[in-house]
């Protein structure tokens, strides 16, 4: 399974920051940032500093290992090999990968509908 990074880090600190019934102004206060900070933390427009984390983590009361996702061990060499492309990939790389993952995709669904086609045929 891959996730957005920033999206799932952000999404935990806002669960922990509602459980710990702070407003993001309450928090911002504690760990000495400004609220928009926070609010940028939260929405994922950005990661926190790893000092920033800490004290959020401390103030949170998080377990770090509640950051940890258990993905599944996945031995497909092929999935592995194009994970692999995709996270090393620049910005140009990946939009050019994505114009031809796009492609083919398209064509696989042309091939499986025409196949269903001529069995009903």
């Known amino acids: 399974m891959i996730l957005d990074d920033k999206k799932y880090i952000s999404q935990k600190i806002k ?7 702070f407003t993001q102004a309450e ?15 939260e929405v994922g427009d950005f990661y926190p500093s790893l000092n920033t984390f800490l004290k959020i983590v401390e103030i949170l009361n998080i377990n770090l290992n509640d950051f940890i996702i258990d993905n599944p061990k996945d031995d497909n060499k092929t999935r592995i090999k194009l994970i692999n492309l995709i996270y090393s990939a620049n910005n140009e790389e990946l939009e050019f990968y994505n114009r031809i993952i796009t492609f083919a995709n398209d064509e696989v669904a042309e091939v499986k509908k025409n196949i269903m086609i001529k069995r009903t045929v």
């Open 15 to 21: 669960e922990y920051r509602l459980k710990n019934g």
């Open 27 to 41: 928090l911002a206060e504690k760990i000495d940032i400004s609220t928009k900070q926070v609010s940028r933390i």
